[in-house]
């Protein structure tokens, strides 16, 4: 199985790629939605959010307030460490099981979109890394207006990521969305072509299909093996 991590900064295009890999059949893991899950009322996540943060984070319903703690997190670098190592198991743990489930399926390349693929040190499990990449200024344009929120908190949330030029250079294939949709979908085109190449015999020995061909081909050795030794016990 090809495991290709899709990361970059917030607002550089994570998603729009993600919905073109989607697009073409492409199954992808989307660990911002894994984090959503992962905080739901009643979960694991959300009772040790709850008994760390207290229930001021807390909407009517129950629910956590998400732009609340957003404000506070990504205007606290301690707060924000904190946050990330309460959830970290429950969204490593959530991610692991979308993988397995897409691997009980048999797909044989998926796509892992994290933002933080590289401050978790997830990359170690993806091959290859996609970055997608913007100019600074379009960054915050795109954020600003797809997100509404003030231009301070704006960039508290880009603040709180790796640059996205150091991640540009930590990159196998790099996807720069500073231009039109048509030339993010042009890019794309090419992008797929190059992670939808035949798997390596690693990549095929780690899919369903590759474990299934080993064990078919250990079992039928060993058939073969018992057949001829009670042969040769026979005529000797
Ligand atoms: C703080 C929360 C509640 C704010 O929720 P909100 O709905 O406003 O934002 P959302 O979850 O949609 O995230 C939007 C973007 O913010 C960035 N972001 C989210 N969490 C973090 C973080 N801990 N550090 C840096 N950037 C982050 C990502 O680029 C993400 O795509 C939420 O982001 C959260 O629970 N974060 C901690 C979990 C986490 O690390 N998520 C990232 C997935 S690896
Ligand atoms: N090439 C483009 N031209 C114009 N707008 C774009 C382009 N690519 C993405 N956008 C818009 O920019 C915004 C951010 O894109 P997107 O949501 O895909 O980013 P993201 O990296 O997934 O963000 P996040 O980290 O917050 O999840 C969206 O409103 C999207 O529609």
């Not at 720069?176 to 190059?194: A, H, I, M, R, Y």
Request: aromatic share 8%; hydrophobic share 45%; proline share 3%.
């Amino acid at each position: 199985m090809r495991i290709v991590g899709l990361t970059g900064g917030i607002a550089s295009g994570k998603s729009t790629v993600s919905n073109l890999f989607k697009s073409h059949d492409v199954p992808v893991v989307d660990a911002d939605i894994v984090a959503r899950e992962v905080l739901r009322k009643g979960s694991g996540g959300w009772k040790k959010v709850v008994a760390a943060f207290g229930d001021e984070i807390l909407l009517e319903n129950g629910e956590v307030n998400r732009p609340s703690l957003g404000q506070i997190v990504f205007s606290d670098p301690d707060k924000r460490q904190f946050l990330n190592r309460l959830l970290a198991p429950y969204i490593s743990r959530g991610i692991f099981w979308e993988i397995l489930k897409l691997w009980m399926k048999g797909y044989k390349v998926i796509v892992l979109d994290v933002p933080l693929l590289f401050e978790a040190k997830m990359d170690r499990f993806t091959k290859p890394v996609i970055v997608v990449w913007v100019d600074p200024e379009t960054q915050i344009q795109r954020l600003l207006a797809r997100d509404k929120s003030g231009e301070e908190d704006a960039r508290n949330r880009i603040n709180a990521q790796m640059s996205l030029d150091v991640k540009r250079g930590k990159a196998n294939i790099v996807i720069d969305n500073t231009g039109s949709l048509d030339d993010l979908n042009q890019q794309f085109l090419k992008v797929l072509v190059e992670v939808t190449w035949p798997l390596t015999w690693t990549e095929f020995s780690c899919s369903r299909q590759g474990v299934f061909t080993i064990l078919a081909s250990v079992a039928s050795g060993l058939v073969l093996f018992v057949k001829a030794f009670n042969n040769h016990s026979r005529t000797s």
